[in-house]
């Protein structure tokens, strides 16, 4: 998530009290795994997308196990 300003070992805040909307930051789980993807709802469709090229975009379909676990707030970054 480099291009959203969101860096390895960064401290995530998620509230799980929100409603994802169309391109909120979220925490999801994907077949078993947590992932951290920016949410963009179009015409029905439900992708996760990375803001890192080295990532393909994931669309949601019936054969996927998924839920959004919340919303990310904030981003800490360390400075040591």
Excluded: Q
Excluded at 15 to 28: G, M, R, Y
């Amino acid at each position: 998530m480099i291009g959203a300003g969101i860096l390895d070992k960064d401290l995530l805040i998620v509230d799980s009290s929100l409603k994802p909307e169309n391109k909120d930051i979220v925490v999801a789980m994907v077949d078993g795994e947590f992932v951290v993807k920016r949410l963009y709802l179009k015409d029905g469709k439900v992708w996760l997308c990375s803001e890192n090229r080295e990532y393909k975009p994931i669309r949601l379909s019936s054969h996927i196990d998924f839920g959004i676990f919340g919303v990310v707030t904030n981003a800490i970054h360390p400075l040591r």
